[in-house]
């Protein structure tokens, strides 16, 4: 009943907590971590319980009214629930957190407020998840960036102030875009509330709530400014210069979360808002979108191979991986949207993996430059090892869990766009050369650069990696456990699945 | 059969329980294609879905036990086996061994996984993990950069051949989508339905699950006639579906232009290669034509394409080996012209219409003699401490075992009877040479082939020679040189009694259905299913290839024989050719200046770009906002408390513009 509340609830009050349990902080975090992985492992267990169009453990209470000018009303709600979109993410989300938590275990500087930030993020993270109210989901929207914004500027690298101040620039403008265009399609499409709950679920006869009242050019110019501030966040070539800048300065749990969680939020909101409002919108802007999907997925992938900082190089893999999210999110049928959520997933997991090792490597070996390192598998095979999975998962390996959504993606790419595929596949090669090439260079060879006195893992940094490794090996294998959930969605029903052609008429 | 499967991961304790685990599968894979053989139907398993969608996509994790399958799980198995056995003595001696069997063990679980899949979306999930596994294994002396960089090149080749084997598959399917209407093609897909569409949706390709359908079983009836598609499919689509997948087989069997990995992964442990060029890496990519092959019946431009390739590679790779002067790499460059030869041999199959058999059983009666080989080699090598041809000689006396199996082996190779090789051979010959009288296309393929057949013989007999005869080595290890223990001997021997017998394998009945399409031709006498035929055409066909192999050996004899070693004079007109196949054509070359020059480059001029264009773009706004705001410049103290007061401040000014403004917006826009 009050399920989703509880969620929040835990996030936030253990989030709170975190901040003034000194010592105690990383107990505290991890705590509320597991706990909301606790309760969204629990809604993964019900979930299926329920029709497969709706939202479950929807709650919704009323907060505000306001009068509009025209007599009319507009409702501001209390609204929550999840579908099978968005609960791959919670999920994603807690896990990361907990990842996270014990990752950093042995923080010193100014732990409490360390932890306090990442069970912030987690929640706010959470919050944008279930929201289904416009304004409830802008408040959550906003919340997760502040805690990254001072994750970097305070935890960060040499050049933090800078890094932190271009991050929460760029997104914060694309909050603002965001936020202007939702609110005009609220208005122009005479919404009764900010609610969404409804929308895109024409069997219960809402579809006033879609863009039936809107113009079809007026789609297209809101779509393309949604567009943009989901798009910034992904993010989306030629808006992308943040997201090395800030993985590079970011600490290891600000770059985990960073590329595994915010990078969702902008796919997520894609997919949840501006792809289902304005079918006019996106069926217009469709070769902008592709256009843009594909250069991400090359230039991502092309300026990987050139990187020599690791964590530049997994942070520009972030950008090719989510081209072809966006590239699944474009092409609109249930194979590809389900392959972008999964792959959404699968990235959540590997960036992570990736990110935590490139931490790791940065201070067994005070340094991130590949060519200065060689031959690491002598003195840390442990690290080598998860090194090499990790590599092997992001660049699309069988039984690794990004396979099933490439694939997936490939194949949705083949059936609509036909020989457009050479972009991705050209991506998909190139992808696995510079991780090879990584791993050639660094784990490889004779050792140099590695000094004796290197350690392998501590046993924290580990446990955090394990736990990401066998997600990874265990999704890959048995991808239906989380596949299973993606297609309990409405978005795919009505008007919305196949194009404004066969909306219906506001009743 | 799935627990047989499971077993072999036990091998990460030691070297013993590798061999147990791999003795058990042995002993299942037996069973199981013995099973294959008595059984009136196929095993198929659809119960595991790897995840399925409303819309109908379906994607299932099966078990197939196909005739080509069951031929396969014997092969991978009996050579799997002896590898790691012999594998107890031979990498005795060096660091990391559970790795090293761990890596094996999984190798070949993946590839009994390949042989096992039923659709190609298992197949790919197997093959890439025979990659995978391969990647590891040649990069298993991971210290030399030779062998990071040979693994590093056997994966990123193999993968440029995978992206185009997914788009062949893509290709297949959204060709056939449009076939459903065809009975021919119905009817053979309905042997084996995949998962059944959802009722109320249109049903898609994707409903097909993938599945493979088999190749018929009865060895001489056409399965499919190609006439059946005419004027129904879109041919050109189709013939590039058949040259993707073509690609991928390229990329795993190291065809021309896909070869260069194969030579560097020489880098590997003997035993690893044997494992490879016998029994898995590159036998899947025969075995992936093979099992399409029923498709590539609709393309004949691409099954001449096959054929094509493969004929030329068996050429191709022939020269190369003529000039190797490391053991390991003739033996190599031997692999890759025999795969050429089947991938030929399947090309042609195609192109007739017929099944995949003459090309399968190359591949059967290759992996014996092959493995030998290698292993021989390898006995050489453990015995010798080193790899140069010219530093042996003269070891017959010392490793009898050894050098009376390598010829066995080096027989076999040549094609010459009674020995296995010489059936194979000939069978898929003659399959070629009745493809060229119908397409006088495949003609010069047909011709480059039988040189290949002369070439085998004189690389073979070379390094046969230059390592074992004579009367005393070229170098003080030669001198020393003794026959390694049992361990080793024993998977020697057993191959060697293989490599004999495997050619007569045909002549059991009950197993005819493994080798579908095969004419088995014995000196001109071909077996049909009205008994036994003579074809005159044949009979000289044998004939001759013998002719070319004997010359081969005779060469070979007169240059290497009795411990004498030819060289090149060095004002030779040949020394220019000579480089140009000791540079392997120039091709790694090429590559390299492929990847070093446009690929990377482009990467250098777009990294350029991103910063001082893309990001230095965003910096010129940046300035311009911030001449525009000095005071809020000034106000950046670099605290981050300052930092949190201004974003407090924005917060508060966007609550103020949501609370407020909102309904002024709706003012404006809610008339």
């Not at chain 2, 009817?187 to 359908?213: D, E, I, K, Q, R």
């Not at chain 2, 090309?359 to 050489?380: C, D, E, N, Q, R």
């Amino acid at each position: 009943m009050y399920d989703l509340s509880i969620l929040l609830l835990i996030a936030f009050a253990g989030a709170a907590i975190t901040f003034f349990a000194g010592a105690k902080a990383r107990w505290v975090a991890l705590v509320t971590s597991v706990g909301t992985l606790a309760m969204s492992m629990w809604f993964l267990g019900t979930f299926l319980n329920g029709n497969p169009l709706d939202y479950r453990f929807v709650e919704s209470y009323h907060w505000l009214t306001f009068a509009t000018t025209n007599g009319g009303s507009l409702a501001v709600n209390y609204t929550v629930g999840i579908d099978g979109i968005s609960l791959p993410f919670l999920f994603l989300s807690a896990i990361l957190s907990v990842a996270t938590v014990i990752y950093h275990w042995e923080e010193r500087k100014d732990a409490a407020g360390f932890f306090g930030l990442v069970a912030l993020t987690n929640a706010g993270l959470l919050g944008v998840f279930v929201s289904l109210d416009v304004l409830l989901f802008f408040v959550f929207w906003e919340i997760v960036l502040i805690p990254m914004f001072f994750l970097i500027g305070h935890w960060g690298g040499p050049r933090r102030h800078y890094a932190s101040l271009k991050f929460f620039v760029y997104t914060h403008v694309a909050s603002v875009v965001m936020l202007v265009s939702l609110l005009a399609v609220v208005f122009l499409g005479q919404w009764p509330s900010l609610d969404f709950v409804n929308l895109a679920n024409n069997s219960q006869g809402v579809a006033n709530l879609d863009a039936a009242n809107i113009l079809p050019a007026t789609q297209v110019v809101l779509f393309g400014a949604l567009f943009f501030g989901f798009g910034v966040k992904l993010p989306m070539v030629p808006f992308h210069t943040w997201l090395p800048d800030a993985h590079v300065e970011a600490p290891t749990g600000g770059s985990v979360l960073l590329a595994g969680m915010l990078l969702k939020m902008g796919g997520y909101g894609l997919i949840r808002l501006a792809f289902p409002l304005l079918p006019a919108g996106h069926v217009g802007l469709e070769p902008v979108v592709l256009v843009i999907a594909f250069a991400s997925i090359v230039w991502g992938a092309f300026l990987s191979l050139s990187q020599r900082d690791m964590k530049r190089l997994v942070a520009y893999s972030s950008i090719n991986h989510m081209g072809i999210v966006l590239l699944a999110i474009a092409l609109w049928t249930q194979l590809s949207v389900t392959a972008a959520v999964l792959l959404m997933f699968a990235h959540g997991l590997v960036s992570g993996l990736l990110f935590m090792l490139s931490g790791s490597v940065h201070h067994t070996f005070g340094t991130r430059d590949i060519p200065s390192i060689s031959g690491m598998n002598s003195r840390t095979p442990a690290l080598t090892t998860i090194l090499m999975i990790g590599s092997l998962a992001s660049l699309g390996l069988p039984a690794l869990v990004s396979f099933p959504a490439e694939f997936s993606a490939l194949l949705a790419t083949w059936e609509a766009l036909g020989w457009w595929i050479i972009l991705p596949l050209l991506a998909l090669v190139i992808t696995a050369a510079f991780y090879l090439w990584m791993i050639q260079r660094m784990a490889f060879g004779p050792p140099r650069g590695v000094p004796d006195t290197a350690h392998d893992l501590p046993t924290h940094e580990l446990l955090a990696m394990v736990l990401l490794v066998s997600l990874i090996v265990l999704y890959g294998i048995l991808p239906f456990l989380i596949v299973t959930y993606i297609p309990h969605t409405a978005i795919f029903v009505g008007c919305h699945y196949g194009g404004p052609g066969v909306c219906p008429t506001s009743p | 059969m799935v627990l047989g499967l499971g077993g072999r991961f036990l091998g990460k304790a030691s070297g013993w329980i590798a061999v147990a685990a791999e003795g058990l599968a042995l002993l299942a894979g037996v069973w199981i294609a013995l099973t294959e053989a008595s059984a009136s139907t196929v095993y198929h398993d659809r119960s595991f879905v790897w995840f399925s969608l409303p819309d109908g996509t379906n994607l299932v994790m099966g078990t197939l036990v196909s005739p080509l399958g069951a031929l396969m799980l014997i092969v991978v198995n009996v050579v799997g086996f002896l590898v790691v056995l012999y594998s107890i003595e031979y990498m005795g001696h060096e660091e990391g061994l559970p790795r090293y069997y761990a890596e094996l063990m999984l190798f070949l679980t993946a590839m009994n996984g390949v042989v096992l899949a039923d659709n190609y979306v298992e197949f790919i999930l197997f093959w890439e993990l025979v990659g995978l596994c391969s990647y590891l294994l040649i990069g298993f002396f991971w210290k030399r950069p030779s062998a990071a960089s040979a693994a590093k090149k056997a994966f990123l080749v193999t993968r440029v051949g995978d992206v185009m084997f997914f788009v062949g598959v893509f290709i297949f399917f959204t060709a056939f989508a449009t076939q459903t209407v065809n009975p021919a093609f119905a009817s053979s897909v309905s042997v084996y339905p995949g998962a059944s569409c959802p009722g109320h949706l249109t049903p898609t390709w994707a409903c097909s699950g993938f599945v493979f359908a088999p190749p018929n079983t009865d060895s001489n009836v056409p399965f499919l006639a190609a006439s059946a598609l005419s004027g129904a499919a879109n041919q050109t689509l189709m013939t590039l579906g058949g040259i993707m997948i073509l690609g991928g087989a390229a990329g795993k069997s190291a065809q021309f232009p896909l070869h260069t990995w194969l030579p560097d992964a020489m880098e590997g442990p003997t035993t690893v290669s044997a494992l490879i060029h016998a029994a898995t890496m590159v036998a899947a990519g025969v075995f992936l034509l093979a099992i399409t092959s029923m498709y590539l019946g609709f393309t004949p431009d691409a099954a001449l394409v096959i054929l094509g390739i493969g004929g030329f590679t068996a050429l191709f790779a022939g020269t190369m080996g003529l000039v190797a002067n490391d053991i390991k790499r003739v033996i190599a460059y031997s692999t890759m012209s025999q795969l050429g030869y089947m991938t030929m041999a399947v090309g042609a199959a195609s192109f007739l219409v017929v099944g995949p058999g003459a090309g399968m059983y190359h591949l059967f009666t290759h992996a014996f003699f092959k493995a030998l080989l290698f292993l021989s080699a390898g006995s050489v090598i453990h015995a010798l401490n080193t790899q140069d041809l010219f530093e042996m000689g003269g070891l017959l006396k010392a490793m009898p075992v050894t050098g009376y199996t390598m010829l066995i082996g080096a027989l076999a190779l040549s094609g010459v009877p009674p020995f296995s090789g010489f059936f194979s051979k000939d069978a898929l010959l003659s399959l070629t040479w009745t493809a060229a009288q119908k397409d006088p296309v495949a003609l010069p393929f047909f011709l480059m082939a039988a040189t290949g057949v002369f070439l085998t013989a004189l690389y073979t007999f070379r390094l046969w020679f230059l390592t074992f005869s004579g009367s005393k080595g070229r170098s003080e290890a030669a001198h020393h040189a003794h026959e390694p223990s049992w361990i080793m001997r024993a998977p020697l021997v057993t191959l060697a009694a293989l490599s004999v017998v495997a050619g007569f394998f045909p002549l059991i009945g009950g197993f005819n259905h493994w080798l579908p399409g095969l004419s088995y031709g014995i000196f001109g006498f071909t077996q049909t299913s009205k008994g036994w035929v003579f074809a005159a055409a044949d009979l000289e066909l044998a004939i001759a290839s013998l002719a070319l192999a004997f010359a081969g050996i005779a060469v070979a004899f007169a240059l290497w024989g009795n411990g004498r070693v030819f060289h090149l004079a060095d004002d030779s007109v040949w020394k220019a050719p000579q480089k140009v196949l000791v540079r392997k054509y120039y091709f790694d070359e090429a590559y390299d200046g492929l990847a070093h020059g446009v690929i990377l480059g482009a990467a250098r001029v777009f990294d350029w770009v991103d910063r001082y264009v893309i990001d230095g773009t965003i910096h010129g706004f940046e300035q311009v906002f911030s001449m525009a705001s000095l005071r809020a410049r000034r106000a950046q103290t670099g605290l981050v408390s300052s930092y949190a007061m201004w974003i407090v401040f924005g917060l508060v000014l966007l609550l103020i513009f949501v609370l407020y403004g909102i309904p002024y917006l709706g003012t404006l826009w809610g008339g």
